[in-house]
T-cell receptor, first 114, second 115 residues
Framework: GESVGLHLPTLSVQEGDNSIINCAYS??????FIWYKQESGKGPQFIIDIRSNMDKRQGQRVTVLLNKTVKHLSLQIAATQPGDSAVYFC?????????????FGKGTKLSVIP | DTGVSQNPRHKITKRGQNVTFRCDPISEHNRLYWYRQTLGQGPEFLTY????????KSRLLSDRFSAERPKGSFSTLEIQRTEQGDSAMYLC?????????????FGSGTRLTVV
């Protein structure tokens, strides 16, 4: 079946460096994508979202890039801080089909080295 | 009311017992969702309410699972005759669709352990 997946299960970066977390999706009907951060013992926390009519969206220290041609999504975190250590999930949705269901990938664990 | 509230935070139960979890969404959110998350995996969709109407149900939601949102505010998720495979984090989320902004917000979850 079609699903969202991640290329790398773990990522270690030095504090102050930029982080890039990747995600591949295969459902061409998906038109809304969200990145979540999940810390241990907590629920997923919204980071940033993007719709399929955009290819880039920026937030505070985070940027999401969407490449519909190759069905690829990435999350860039600038100047990574120890507080960024968490598991990051991408999720997809078919809002155009009237669905409110999110399909999540398996997650990437980001570890920030002080 | 600053977020989605879930109770209890942790629940340990013996196999075969029934359990019930509660979710209080963000007050102005009319949509409420239940997800299940096992260790090392992303959350999996279980069911969705718009106000008091249950509009989507996953095939993961077996006959032993039932969810309600009687007054369109808080919701309960009940699992009957629990099995060890039910051990997971049960997450609730709520949203309010305004334009293109879902505002999809998760609670901290209820961690269920079936022994």
């Amino acid at each position: 079946g079609e699903s969202v997946g991640l290329h790398l299960p773990t990522l270690s970066v030095q504090e102050g460096d930029n982080s890039i977390i990747n995600c591949a999706y295969s459902n061409s009907a998906s038109d809304y994508f969200i990145w979540y951060k999940q810390e241990s013992g907590k629920g997923p926390q919204f980071i940033i979202d993007i719709r399929s009519n955009m290819d880039k969206r920026q937030g505070q220290r985070v940027t999401v890039l969407l490449n519909k041609t190759v069905k690829h999504l990435s999350l860039q975190i600038a100047a990574t801080q120890p507080g960024d250590s968490a598991v990051y999930f991408c999720a997809e949705n078919m809002s155009g089909a009237g669905s409110y269901q999110l399909t999540f990938g398996k997650g990437t664990k980001l570890s920030v080295i002080p | 009311d600053t977020g989605v509230s879930q109770n209890p935070r942790h629940k340990i139960t013996k196999r075969g017992q029934n359990v019930t979890f509660r979710c209080d969404p963000i007050s102005e959110h009319n949509r409420l969702y239940w997800y299940r998350q096992t260790l090392g995996q992303g959350p999996e969709f279980l069911t969705y309410f718009q106000n008091e109407a249950q509009l989507e149900k996953s095939r993961l939601l077996s006959d032993r699972f039932s969810a309600e949102r009687p007054k369109g505010s808080f919701s309960t998720l009940e699992i009957q005759r629990t099995e060890q495979g039910d051990s997971a984090m049960y997450l609730c989320a709520s949203s309010l669709r305004t334009g293109n902004d879902y505002g999809y917000t998760f609670g901290s979850g209820t961690r269920l352990t079936v022994v």
